[in-house]
């Protein structure tokens, strides 16, 4: 045991130590000063750095030095030890211990002075055995079985018998003492003394001797086993207790002992440098009386360590007694007590209780003191003694009694077992090894300071100042990457702070900031905008460097008061910052002698200070200049203060708009008064000071300065705006936001109402107005940033113009509003606010525009009175984008029998004329979805169009709302007019005949009246027909009537040409007939026409190779257009025709789409030559548009005639790639001032083009991906090519690396071109996560599906082959479900592994619902969607289980009408229904037996065989029966499935099985709430229906199929006529509400039907009463004991009614 006491500098409180007997390293030794007192090395070295006196710390003498020796000291001319002697006699000491610290054993020199309790425990706990299989020791058993096992044996080979797969491995039962007496060896203890209170054997009771029972009172150990127990359960919480003592008295041992030996300050330790230091005056004299003194407090030293080491050993013996005994007492079972000696665990227990295990500590050793009598040196023997107390202090243990008896109090128990702490070692052991990690970094770069400047008020009036915080978080990191350096030539300097041979370091040297350099900064003192302090971030590490070297300054000498003068440098304590400063006196203010002020300049940051002298500290010499002065001096140029000088409050914005964060500063030529000129930005957000001061009417430019461009800086961020959202020819419920004009208002979809109204209490909870954080002290066009509107709410905005004195102009990019703010209403919004893109959507009204190309105020108002109304949004075919804005049609649908157009309502107040083809003037009806009870021959009665009353609700303006101006109601320019037609005949380029799109429905309906009137009424022919007589007569090829033209009479017959067709016939005479006036009113479908601007180029005549040309190329694009241009010619319209041409793009290019004029085209290949006599001015073709066309016979201007919207899109072309001439994607930076909204050039994409819809019902197709949701990607076989092409692009185009891409924002939504890690290609994806963090993005690879994690060096900008659009079809397996809430990930990857990258067959089972297609799926004659079902890892949808396949014989074919679309050169298309050729078949038509009938007679007798009705089903009449709910279609009524009787059932299976063998009849008239079969699609059988709706346009009806409750879309050809015998039985499903409830309208939908699935499906069954037996009955739902099923659904989902 080492009891030596160490010894320590009565300065530093270090431990004198000798590292070697070198010179070089020879540690910290001791000197003399010249009071005789001793001072380490180390503490000598620094004081006399200083160049003042060094006070001694014992008797506070000062030691001079004179100017001379510094000198040659510092010079490293003379030793240190030359002016300082070496204390030899403990040199000599130190020496010593240092040859026998080499001599001892490391194990010694390891002192560990705590018990392991941890070991001791589990050693106690775990008792050991051998593995009964690999003989290797284990602490494991096998509960069942009982033997030994290890662990690795167990898992490997015990468990793999069946038999013992389920027995368990636990630790081996602690081994309690055999029941045997321990004095007659053999022989079992039954029976118990209660004299000796002992068991005992039969020998006990019947030998005698000393230990004998003979004749006592002895009973059967049974008898005393319960009595035993009792007293073992009583003690046991006192035995965990005292096992809990005794480890935290082992603790509180090491503690102390640890303390004993290691702490320099405890009272030893103390008291014996108090004796080293007093005897060192006297070494020589006195040394003998030191030894045997400190041989004194040795012993009583080891006399301490001696009693503590017994009671550490008696502690560790009762540690492991006290857990011997809890573990045997916790392994007691009631069954097996007579195995057990308890009287043993007993006595146990006992002594434990009785054991010591308190420590105390006798403080009489508090009276050992230091007695020195300084008087008598001569006597050395009185000189200095130790005073001891009466006896030595020593550590006991004492027990409880024994504490209650010295009348101490009883400390409470510890809540645990107590364990030592882990055990440190000396620093100074491993001191070479962070030496080498040292060497290792020293040559790195210095972190810069993580921190970021905090300012407070300076002394200085109109002032502020500022530190860098050491441990602050909030700065950015300060540091620019390794390009950004390079860029900017960032000139880092590296400071050597070598330290020489002496103990002084060399001064550093730093590269000034040059004009144009450009670095990163920290302000940290601000005067003004024209005096301020910086510092540059790269010296932040010679800055924490000075703080952390000087954080204890304060226990360096201070200067003498005579000795500070103006210019010396000293330390500084500055209180505002808690942190020590380099600075130089400015001045002395010596008027209080006491204490005088002292006015400093912190030249490291600029500030000046008043502080008292004891403030002032001494610096070493080597700090004085080195480091240079860190603060640079610096004035913003290019302004001045707009008042004429600069207020306190510029200094507090400069302070506000820092932040307290890193600023760029860009230094400019033309230093004033020493300070750089400069431009200072922040980095986090860019912003110009000066500019900022401008913006805040503080300042002027006195040039015309720009924003300093910052590389590197953190990309601004932005709100994605997109209407892609709008699918062309879709319809989306939509709310009017805020309306500009017809021309431009804002819609938001109604489903984002919800994520609108939490993103503004979001807001609301997250920015504060009172609150500056993240205030917007610059705005800047297109920032984004959070808006205080009215009422204290906030909302996203983007900021459109600054039209001064503090003001801002911003558009809610959530609500399209624009507003004036003040800038301090403005605040930063963060990134996750960006993802969400902008809610809003700019559109306006399709298909119609202003008279005076000017919308009124009354049009606007008819808007703004449905802003807030839930509207149906029909998007435009083609999106209809002009401006950017989508074209929609607005219906407003809240009166179901009264639907309103918003659009046509327009034109009927005159507010508007129609335009394009949406043609809102015409009489057209609007089709109805559901047919009322109406025969399908009876033509429907002619209805005034009913004009939509709208009030005009009065309401405040908001305060935000820009004042309406004229150039908001222009019209916006929809392009030129085009008009789509149809050629019906081509001869020549000088004659042709075409038929307008637009009026094909007008015709159509013209061809039915023909029809009608010609066949009901018999007119007579005509005799005298003249050449040029307009009449009409039977087609030969078509059959049915036509108007028509004579153009010949030869004989009896005559050539008629077919004016609404454009054909020529021969025809009898009789058949001619009169035209009637109803039927003239209309002109001619069949326009001649010849194209303008263009002649042959010799003759009049068309040579046939222009005309081939010409047809050539109407035959090959399937849309034609055409506009008016010149005048007329003999009634035919001088036209250009207009094709809309694509151009495929190369690998490197994009498709060009652009009009084409079929004119021009002919001139262009020399196949005529232009008409100069058709040249025109352009006033002379405006008059032309006016023109009527009377020949005609229409009402109107060609205008409306010859109108089409333009289209949408432009040949992508980005400026980027064709300037930078490299292959780098990624897009600069763009000029902030130039308006890119005007760039003809450039386009902007916004998501890839959608899918196009699946080619067939069956295809093949290859899947690429399985998503989460079971969702299946899969394309075409026919797109391999396309998918192939699309790579070899991408790899040409992207095939070199971009070093700018690690760079570039993005944010989520948008597209991209990414690298797959896989195979390093390129593909086309969308962004759909952004960690800006790790610099990585989660992309969604559009054309197949999957989801990968992308760095953004992987990723590019530039959106490549976007004209093509997503070749993945998004799918899932229809008819199926999977078996629990979700796919489960051993279904998928199923699933994924069967058919991913596998040609499989695709059948589609129906519509897309939100883009995902019903499917089935087959690979290689193997149904997928069924083989998950047989494999239990689906479930049919309509719970139907796996079916059986088994033979049945084919059902006989049911003749089904054949509806196909007839076309001829000769007539329009029009729908022909074909027959079969039994002439008896009903649904057969032939129009020759009608040919001598009158068409009004064959009406009245199909009106006289048909009345209005129609067969239905009964409805059932039973008050109370049984159901099951086994299908849920709404949530406002159930479908009751009514449990039937055995007799009952078998006629409803009867019915069934006649109905699947019944030959019905085609369904003849569709009618709503029909009687009817129809085919269930997923198992090809006829189930009992009623028609619910109809859309003639699509051939669909909507069913219900009453005896299951399910409703279905399907074909007409599905639907069949059903025999009145099947309409007996009633539908043994009904359909119900509940009564006495209603539904909470705050529920949403999804939840009410989840809650009912849960409830109510395959949970009967059910009691139902009917309570009101309507056509929809009422009925209450109860289970078996009669209570409400949906009781607990009160307060929640229902309300209650009466």
């Known amino acids: 045991m080492d009891v030596k006491i160490k010894k320590s500098c009565p300065n530093c409180s270090q431990f004198y130590q000798l590292k070697s007997l070198t010179a070089e390293q020879h540690g910290n030794i001791p000197l003399f000063l010249s009071c005789g007192h001793s001072m380490c090395e180390n503490c000598v070295k620094n004081i006399v750095k200083f160049a003042e006196p060094i006070q001694c710390k014992v008797c506070h003498k000062d030691t001079e030095v004179s100017t001379a020796d510094l000198s040659l000291l510092v010079e490293n001319k003379i030793p240190l030890c030359q002016l300082f002697p070496v204390n030899f006699h403990m040199l000599g000491e130190l020496t010593l211990e240092k040859i026998q610290e080499q001599a001892e054993n490391e194990e010694n020199r390891d002192k560990n002075f705590y018990i392991d309790v941890k070991s001791i425990l589990e050693n106690i706990t775990k008792s050991e055995g051998m593995c009964m299989e690999c003989h290797s020791p284990t602490s494991k058993m096998c509960q069942q079985c009982g033997i030994i096992v290890c662990n690795n044996c167990f898992t490997k080979s015990h468990k793999n018998f069946i038999i013992f797969k389920n027995h368990i491995l636990t630790n081996i039962e602690a081994i309690q003492d055999e029941v045997v007496c321990p004095t007659h060896i053999g022989k079992s203890l039954d029976y118990y003394c209660k004299t000796c209170e002992k068991p005992a054997c039969m020998d006990c009771l019947m030998v005698g001797g000393e230990k004998s029972c003979k004749n006592h009172d002895v009973v059967s150990s049974q008898d005393v086993n319960q009595e035993l127990m009792a007293e073992i359960q009583k003690l046991t919480p006192e035995v965990n207790e005292k096992l809990k003592r005794f480890t935290k008295t082992a603790v509180d041992i090491g503690n102390i002992m640890t303390n004993l030996d290691n702490n320099p300050s405890s009272e030893i330790s103390r008291l014996s440098n108090e004796v080293e230091q007093n005897y060192s005056i006297l070494l020589a004299n006195v040394q003998k009386l030191k030894d045997d003194i400190i041989h004194k407090l040795e012993i009583i030293k080891t006399k301490k360590i001696k009693s503590l080491i017994d009671s550490k050993n008696e502690i560790f013996e009762n540690i492991k007694k006290a857990k011997q005994t809890i573990d045997r007492i916790n392994s007691l079972q009631e069954n097996k007590l007579g195995q057990v000696n308890l009287s043993s665990i007993l006595d146990q227990a006992k002594e434990i209780i009785n054991e010591p295990w308190y420590l105390r500590y006798d403080s009489s050793d508090d009276l050992l003191k230091i007695k020195v009598n300084t008087e008598l040196f001569d006597s050395l023997q009185n000189f200095m003694s130790l005073v001891e107390p009466e006896g030595l202090p020593t550590y006991e243990l004492l027990t409880t009694d024994q504490l209650k008896e010295k009348q101490i109090e009883v400390p409470p128990p510890p809540q645990s077992v107590v364990y030592p702490p882990e055990l440190v070692k000396d620093v100074r052991q491993v001191k070479k090894k962070v030496e080498k990690e040292k060497d290792k970094t020293s040559d790195k770069t210095g972190m810069l300071i993580k921190s970021a400047p905090k300012y407070h008020k300076s002394s200085k009036s109109g002032s502020c100042t500022s530190l860098n915080s050491i441990t602050s978080d909030s700065s950015h990191n300060s540091s620019f990457t390794h390009t950004q350096k390079k860029s900017n030539n960032y000139n880092k300097t590296n400071y050597n702070n070598n330290i020489q041979s002496g103990p002084f370091m060399q001064p550093c040297q730093m590269k000034p900031l040059q004009p144009g350099d450009q670095d990163i900064v920290y302000i940290t003192h601000i005067v003004d905008p024209h005096n301020f302090f910086v510092q540059r971030a790269c010296h932040q590490s010679l800055v924490e460097e000075l703080l952390r070297e000087f954080r204890n300054a304060s226990t360096m000498p201070k200067p003498v008061l005579n000795h500070v003068t103006e210019g010396k440098i000293y330390l500084v304590y500055i209180k505002a910052d808690n942190l020590w400063q380099r600075c130089r006196i400015l001045s002395v203010d010596r008027k209080d002698p006491n204490k005088p002020i002292v006015q400093v300049f912190c030249f490291d940051f600029g500030s000046i200070e008043n502080v008292s002298i004891d403030k002032l500290r001494l610096i070493p010499s080597f700090r004085l200049q080195n480091p240079p002065p860190l603060a640079i001096n610096c004035s913003l140029e290019s302004i001045q203060p707009i008042t004429g000088s600069w207020t306190s409050d510029d200094a507090l914005l400069i302070q506000n708009i820092i932040d307290n964060k890193q600023a760029v500063l860009t230094a400019r030529a033309g230093a004033v008064s020493g300070r750089v000129a400069c431009e200072l930005s922040t980095f986090e ?282 150039k908001d109601l222009e019209a916006k320019n929809k392009g030129p007019y085009r008009v789509e037609v149809k050629i019906l005949n081509y001869q020549s380029p000088s004659r042709f005949y075409v038929a307008l799109i637009s009026q094909q429905k007008v015709f159509a309906e013209l061809y039915e009246k023909i029809q009608t009137y010609f066949t009901k009424k018999h007119t007579q022919p005509k005799d005298d027909w003249k050449v040029g007589d307009r009449c009409c007569t039977i087609c030969n090829q078509s059959q049915t009537w036509r108007r028509a033209a004579i153009l010949e009479i030869d004989g009896g017959t005559a050539k008629v040409f077919y004016s609404d067709f454009a054909v020529v016939e021969i025809v009898d005479l009789s058949s001619l007939r009169e035209i009637p006036t109803e039927l003239k009113s209309c002109g001619d479908a069949a326009i001649e026409c010849h194209l303008s601007g263009v002649i042959p180029a010799v003759g009049a005549e068309w040579p046939s190779l222009t005309k081939e040309y010409l047809k050539e190329l109407l035959d090959a694009y399937p849309r034609i257009f055409m506009t008016k241009n010149g005048v007329f010619k003999d009634k035919s319209i001088p036209v250009e025709l207009w094709v809309y041409h694509t151009t495929q793009g190369g690998a490197l290019e994009p498709n060009v789409s652009e009009w084409r004029c079929l004119n021009k085209k002919i001139i262009e290949q020399g196949l005529g030559i232009p008409d100069k006599t058709q040249e025109l001015s352009t006033n002379a073709s405006e008059g032309t548009n006016e023109e009527t066309i009377s020949f005609l016979n229409l009402t109107g201007s060609l205008e409306d005639w010859l109108q089409i919207e333009p289209m949408p899109f432009r040949p992508l072309k980005a400026e980027s790639d064709k300037a930078s001439g490299t292959d780098s994607s990624t897009p600069t930076e763009l ?468």
């Not at 804002?746 to 504060?768: A, S, T, W």
């Not at 197949?1344 to 992987?1354: D, K, L, S």
């Not at 998004?1370 to 040609?1399: F, M, N």
């Not at 005896?1603 to 499903?1629: C, H, Q």
């Open 685 to 966: 957000h860019g912003v110009s000071v000066a500019h900022a001061l401008v913006f805040h009417g503080r300042a002027r430019l006195t040039t015309d300065a720009q924003y300093p461009k910052i590389l590197g800086i953190k990309d601004k961020p932005m709100i994605f705006e997109s209407n892609n959202t709008f699918h062309p020819n879709s319809k989306e419920e939509v709310v009017i936001t805020h309306v500009v004009s017809p021309d431009k208002f804002f819609v938001r979809k109604g489903h984002l109402e919800n994520v609108y109204e939490k993103l503004c209490n979001d807001l609301i909870q997250e920015y504060n107005i009172n609150d500056n954080k993240g205030m917007i002290y610059l705005p800047e066009k297109d920032l984004v940033c959070a808006v205080s509107v009215e009422g204290g709410g906030w909302e996203r905005a983007r900021v459109l113009e600054l039209p001064g004195r503090a003001r801002v102009r911003v558009q809610l990019v959530d609500t399209g509003r624009v507003t004036l703010v003040h800038w301090t209403a403005m605040r930063r919004l963060p990134d996750k606010r960006c993802t969400l893109r902008a809610l809003a959507t700019e559109c306006h009204l399709a298909g119609v525009t202003p008279l005076n190309q000017k919308w009124s105020e009354g049009s606007v108002l008819v808007l703004r009175a449905l802003e807030g109304r839930t509207l149906t949004a029909h998007v435009e075919a083609g999106r209809g984008r002009a401006g950017g804005s989508v074209g929609v049609t607005l219906y407003d649908e809240q009166d179901p029998d009264d639907v309103v157009c918003v659009n046509k309502l327009m034109i009927l107040r005159k507010y508007a004329v129609s335009f394009g083809i949406n043609m809102f003037n015409t009489e057209s009806e609007v089709e109805e979805l559901v047919r009322t009870n109406k025969p399908t021959l009876q033509q429907p009665k002619p209805t005034a169009v009913k004009e939509k009353k709208l009030q005009i609700l009065k309401r405040n303006t908001p305060h935000f709302d820009e004042p309406d101006n004229d």
């Open 1231 to 1698: 000029d902030s001032n130039k308006d890119y909204s005007q760039d003809s050039n450039t386009i902007f994409i916004s998501d890839w083009l959608p899918a196009e819809p699946l080619p067939n019902e069956e295809f093949y197709g290859v899947p690429t991906n399985v998503d989460h949701d079971g969702i299946i990607y899969l394309h075409d076989v026919a797109q391999e090519e396309t998918l192939d092409l699309i790579r070899k692009a991408l790899d040409v185009r992207f095939k070199h690396p971009d070093p700018k891409a690690k760079f570039v924002k993005w944010t989520v939504g948008e597209p991209c071109i990414a690298l797959y890690y896989l195979d390093n290609k390129f593909y086309r994806g969308r962004v759909l996560e952004v960690n800006e963090a790790a610099a990585t993005c989660l992309i969604h690879y559009i054309d197949y599906g999957n989801e990968e994690i992308c760095p953004f060096v992987n990723i590019r900008k530039s959106i490549a082959l976007y004209q093509i659009p997503i070749q993945a079809h998004r799918c899932v397996l229809g008819r199926i479900r999977p078996v629990a809430k979700h796919w489960d990930r051993q279904t998928l990857d199923y699933i994924h592994k069967s058919i991913v990258e596998k040609q499989c067959s695709i059948e589609v089972l129906g519509e897309p619902i939100d883009g995902v297609a019903p499917i089935n799926l087959k690979y290689d004659k193997l149904c997928i969607n069924e083989h998950l079902v047989d494999f239990e890892m689906a479930e049919f949808t309509d719970g139907t289980k796996a079916k059986v396949q088994k033979f049945i014989p084919s059902a006989k074919s049911n003749k089904i009408m054949n509806m196909s679309f007839g076309t001829s050169d000769s007539g329009p298309d029009y729908i022909v229904e074909h027959d079969d050729e039994t002439p008896d078949s009903p649904a057969s038509f032939d129009m020759e037996q009608f040919a001598n009938k009158n068409w009004n007679d064959i009406v009245d007798e199909e009106a006289k065989t048909f009345d209005g009705r129609f067969v239905s089903y009964p409805q059932t009449d039973l008050t109370e029966f049984t159901c099951e709910i086994n299908i849920i279609n709404d949530t406002e009524q159930l479908e009751l499935s009514i449990v039937h009787d055995d007799g009952t059932k078998e006629l409803y299976e009867t019915m069934f099985e006649e109905i699947q063998h019944d030959n019905s009849l085609p369904i003849d008239g569709i009618f709503e709430n029909k009687a009817c079969l129809a085919l269930f699609a997923e198992d090809k059988q006829w189930y009992r229906a009623l028609i619910l709706q109809y859309s003639e346009t699509k051939g669909k009806v909507k069913v219900k199929y009453i005896d299951y409750g399910n409703i279905a879309i399907i074909s007409v050809a599905d639907v069949r006529e059903i025999d009145e015998e099947y309409t007996k039985l009633p539908p043994a499903t009904v359909a119900a509400t509940l009564h006495g409830v209603k539904i909470n309208p705050d529920i949403p939908k999804e939840t009410i039907l989840d809650c009912y699935s849960k409830k109510f499906l395959e949970q009967g069954p059910f009691k139902a009463i009917v309570i009101d037996n309507k056509t929809i009955p009422e009925v209450l739902l109860q289970d078996e004991d009669g209570k409400l099923v949906y009781e607990d659904f009160f307060g929640n989902i229902f309300i209650k009614i009466d």
